[in-house]
């Protein structure tokens, strides 16, 4: 996908996310409050290979722990057409950092508060990365979230395990692109994530070592 395509895509997300923001006076609400770019868009390629849109949620996090299914998350996923556009996209919840062990480099370009953020759009299509206010975790910051997440995916983890072979709660969440057996992929999938990450911090840095983090947690992009 050329980087041009892409960014139209984070301006067309962005300006529906605006407008949905009247649905907050309603019973039907909008969770979303930030809008995220993380992946290679961040770099100087033309084309871009894995460019991903985190949605912020104004949800608890125990709704909304590492790759767990939220509804409202689907749900606004779907309002913004993400499922049919060629972006990977994921979401967390307002109340942790934006970064996690997958996406270490972000730039937020849009919030509720604000819209979307034209400066932002701009360097990204001029390539101006230095004037991009990127978020970054360290390696201290980053194993005190793992640390902080990891009980909550457990937890979410051994609900799905305890639930699994119940009819209502299988009959609840099975439908249009939802299973038992995806919820307990996503769960299990979720504490291995991030058990590995904590080992990877404690490991000592090997310099031979390239072998690439290949992303798991975002729903693929359309084919």
Known sequence: ???STAIGHLVEIGEVS???LRLRGTEIGWPVEELWVAGDLLGFADTVDAGSVVLVLDV???????????????WAGDQLR???????????????PVWN????????YWSAGAGL????????????LDRLDVVEPTASELDQQLHAELPVSRRHLRMVIERYWDRDWRREHTGYDESPENHLWRAAAAVSEMQDALNELKAPAS????????????HPAPH
Do not use: F
């Not at 608890?60 to 689907?74: C, F, H, M, T, Y």
């Not at 953020?117 to 101006?128: E, H, Q």
């Not at 310099?207 to 975002?218: F, Y």
């Open 1 to 3: 996908m050329k980087r």
């Open 18 to 20: 605006s407008e949905k």
């Open 60 to 74: 608890p996090p125990d709704e909304a722990s590492w790759l767990a299914i939220n509804r409202a998350g689907e």
């Open 82 to 96: 993400l499922r049919k556009r060629p972006l990977l996209w994921c979401y967390r919840p307002l109340a942790w």
């Open 101 to 108: 062990h997958q996406h270490r480099r972000l730039v937020r």
């Open 117 to 128: 953020d034209d400066t932002v759009i701009d360097a990204l299509r001029t390539r101006r």
């Open 207 to 218: 310099p031979t070592d390239s072998t690439p983090v290949v992303p798991t947690n975002e």
